[in-house]
């Protein structure tokens, strides 16, 4: 499984942050399940219950998703349609966000991101 992400990542892919275009379809979608979850940054791995099925799922932060479900004061949702978590209250944390746009773990990819060019880090292949 990839560890979680830097900080610095711009990918907008599953598991990794939600573009504007993709979070306002999530402010107009209604049809949001009731989930349990547990996200454990030490496999860096994350536990959907929906119905009473397991669903294994990967974000680039499960640490900050973890801190969001302690910190949530109501009942996380699921949205199947475009894979994302809905977990109340997250948006007053670091998050700024009530959404986590999430991947199954066959699309797990690393994170990408524009880094100072001195830290060679982060930097795709591709782009190094």
């Known amino acids: 499984m990839l560890p979680s992400s830097d900080p610095r990542c711009t990918a907008f892919s599953p598991g990794h942050k939600i573009h504007w275009i993709h979070g306002g379809r999530l402010n107009r979608y209604e049809d949001w399940i009731d989930v349990e979850v547990h996200a454990d940054p030490e496999l860096d791995l994350i536990y959907l219950v929906i119905a009473g099925q397991q669903q294994l799922m990967w974000h680039h932060d499960i640490p900050l998703l973890a801190e969001a479900l302690a910190l949530s004061p109501g009942q996380p949702q699921w949205c199947p349609r ?4 809905m977990v109340p209250g997250a948006f007053e944390g670091r998050n700024r966000s009530s959404f986590f ?8 990819a690393p994170c990408r991101g524009r880094v100072p060019r001195h830290d060679l880090r982060m930097q795709d292949s591709d782009s190094a």
Do not use: E
């Open 101 to 108: 746009y999430l991947a199954t773990t066959g699309r797990a």
């Open 82 to 85: 475009y894979s994302s978590l």
